[in-house]
């Protein structure tokens, strides 16, 4: 005999682990400090990259403005303007960062909390159907 109840639980929890799935991931594998440090070592790596090939281009199509420079302190100023660039833009990717990867990862406990608990009312609908059909048996036996 099948259960519209527990059925209809069933396939609510199957829509919302196909709908949320993605977010369930990074609660379900990840505590917060390791999800965000994931986040800000990936941004980071993926900032030096960016930043040293955009250098590198800027430094090519200048380059004929490089080779002209013979004086020390003025190579020297630009080392220090692309490196100031880099740092600040650096601290503020990596604040961006820290503010998107928290605001995820509280969104995925949230969902991963609420998956949880229906998951228990389906555990819950489980044992009382079990205990409901040993007290039948329990009866008929008497």
Do not use: P
């Amino acid at each position: 005999m099948i259960n519209e109840d527990k059925l209809k639980l069933m396939t609510s929890i199957a829509l919302f682990e196909k709908r949320e799935g993605r977010h369930l991931k990074a609660a379900r594998n990840y505590f917060r400090s390791d999800y965000i440090s994931r986040c800000l070592l990936r941004s980071f790596i993926g900032y030096t990259l960016c930043w040293l090939m955009v250098a590198a281009l800027s430094i090519v199509c200048r380059a004929e403005d490089f080779l002209a420079i013979l004086s020390l302190a003025e190579m020297e100023s630009y080392i220090t303007e692309y490196a100031a660039g880099y740092l600040i833009g650096l601290a503020v990717y990596m604040i961006l960062t820290l503010i998107v990867s928290y605001k995820q990862y509280s969104h995925s406990a949230r969902v991963m909390r609420i998956y949880l608990a229906r998951l228990k009312r389906l555990e819950k609908r489980y044992e009382f159907q079990q205990r409901v059909k040993e007290l039948s048996k329990e009866g008929k036996r008497s």
